[in-house]
């Protein structure tokens, strides 16, 4: 059974940083993309970055881009996500998720969620 653990989230001041870690167990980690998604209050859930299972390709949504930074490290079976310049409008929950193509990510194709991490930016 994958399960997949979200930590680091947290309040932040705008303009601060904060950095997302996510756990996976229960697959062969290397041979996945990663990736993050994200749901603020009353919307839907939304892309936010991904990383190719050897880290050589990365995808951000252009609303990130440039100030997000995704990373793994298959030893630790860990991705990250790192959060620069962070504002009001990142304020949700963070959640990862496992694929076996960066081309994947489309929040429909993912059948269940772990419980994500709270980051709220005020501002």
């Known amino acids: 059974q994958v399960q997949l653990v979200e930590s680091g989230g947290g309040l932040v001041q705008a303009g601060g940083s904060l950095r997302l870690s996510c756990a996976a167990s229960?697959?062969?980690?290397?041979?996945?993309?990663m990736g993050w998604f994200r749901q603020a209050p009353g919307k839907v859930r939304e892309f936010v970055a991904a990383i190719s299972w050897s880290g050589s390709n990365e995808r951000y949504a252009g609303s990130v881009k440039g100030r997000f930074t995704i990373s793994r490290d298959n030893a630790k079976n860990t991705v990250y996500l790192q959060m620069n310049s962070l504002k009001p409008e990142d304020t949700a929950v963070y959640y990862c998720?496992?694929?076996?193509?960066?081309?994947?990510?489309?929040?429909?194709?993912?059948?269940?969620w772990g419980q994500g991490t709270q980051v709220t930016v005020t501002s």
């Open positions: 229960g697959l062969t980690f290397s041979t996945y993309a």
């Open positions: 998720a496992a694929h076996p193509s960066i081309e994947g990510f489309v929040p429909a194709v993912f059948r269940s």
